[in-house]
């Protein structure tokens, strides 16, 4: 399996989301498009949110924003269309105004991870600014992901 595959630590909450593969996801080879991944793990994560009593919606409202600063995601075994993916999410880190999320998606059946990865965010404000996280994703977080 070439790169790197990220592991969540034992117990720790995963987060998992399951949809079939599109075919406007497929490249001309039928294999899914490199791109279509990032689209899957942003599912993935707000998903995580939601699961954990975080809708992301509201926070934006509120003023504060998820912005991601890095993205990194490896490609270990190709998916096609109609094939099932399930995207797992789990929080890697946690700190007043950063975090990282990593990913598996797999093709169900098989269970083979396809695509690993992370991704990492920083807080801003309404203006742009590097802010704090709001403390209910704090207290959720630490209560939920972290333990």
């Known amino acids: 399996m070439p790169g790197l ?20 996801e ?4 039928g294999i899914v ?3 279509s991944y990032i ?5 993935a994560r707000i998903n995580f949110a939601r699961s954990v009593g975080i809708q992301y919606a509201e926070t934006e409202r509120e003023g504060r924003f998820m912005s991601i600063i890095e993205i990194q995601t490896y490609y270990h075994a190709p998916m096609r269309f109609g094939d099932i ?3 797992s999410c789990w929080l890697e880190s946690f700190k007043s105004r950063t975090m990282s999320f990593a990913y598996h998606i797999r093709r169900a059946g098989d269970e083979s991870v396809c695509m690993s990865g992370i991704s990492r965010h920083v807080c801003l404000n309404r203006e742009g600014n ?3 996280w709001p403390e209910s994703w704090r207290s ?3 209560r939920t992901a972290l333990s």
Do not use: C, G
């Open 5 to 24: 595959t990220y592991k969540p630590r034992d117990n720790q909450y995963i987060a998992t989301a399951e949809f079939y593969v599109r075919y406007a």
């Open 26 to 29: 497929t490249d001309a080879q």
């Open 33 to 35: 498009h490199h791109s």
């Open 39 to 43: 689209l899957w793990i942003e599912e």
């Open 85 to 87: 993916a399930r995207a």
């Open 130 to 132: 590097i802010a704090s």
């Open 140 to 142: 959720r977080l630490t």
